[in-house]
């Protein structure tokens, strides 16, 4: 919301006046003003995508329901933590790190193509 008002209000009344209508100024206008900020949200947000929520999963976590509500973190845990096979639990941690990682990367480059924005 924030980056909606720093949109200046004199380029909305200079499109009502070409005759714009509400559609064209949200293309036209509102989202090149805040692509920056789509931009940094969407490629923050895609790093997080393989988060599952830990704390959830393991208030209901038991060896009955290992197969089907196993997630990557809980299988850390379990493994890791609880099986004393710390070295694997840290490798799938890592693993899923850099998963998330390639994928900051590729979304940044694909929306460095499309939206002609870079970070740093």
């Given at each position: 919301?924030?980056?909606?008002?720093?949109?200046?209000?004199?380029?909305?009344?200079?499109?009502?006046?070409?005759?714009?209508?509400?559609?064209?100024?949200?293309?036209?206008?509102?989202?090149?003003?805040?692509?920056?900020?789509?931009?940094?949200?969407?490629?923050?947000?895609?790093?997080?995508?393989?988060?599952?929520?830990?704390?959830q999963?393991?208030?209901?976590?038991?060896?009955?329901?290992?197969?089907?509500?196993?997630?990557?973190?809980?299988?850390?845990?379990?493994?890791?933590?609880?099986?004393?096979?710390?070295?694997?639990g840290?490798?799938?941690g890592?693993?899923?790190?850099?998963?998330?990682?390639?994928?900051?990367?590729?979304?940044?480059?694909?929306?460095?193509?499309?939206?002609?924005?870079?970070?740093?």
């Amino acid at each position: 919301m924030s980056a909606l008002t720093s949109v200046n209000p004199n380029l909305y009344e200079a499109s009502e006046i070409d005759g714009a209508n509400r559609w064209k100024q949200a293309i036209h206008i509102t989202l090149p003003a805040i692509m920056p900020i789509l931009v940094v949200v969407s490629t923050l947000a895609l790093g997080r995508i393989l988060n599952a929520g830990f704390d959830q999963i393991y208030n209901l976590y038991n060896p009955l329901v290992y197969q089907t509500g196993d997630i990557i973190d809980t299988f850390v845990y379990r493994v890791g933590l609880e099986g004393g096979q710390f070295s694997f639990g840290t490798a799938v941690g890592l693993f899923k790190s850099v998963i998330g990682f390639v994928l900051i990367v590729i979304c940044y480059r694909i929306l460095y193509k499309v939206a002609d924005y870079r970070i740093f």
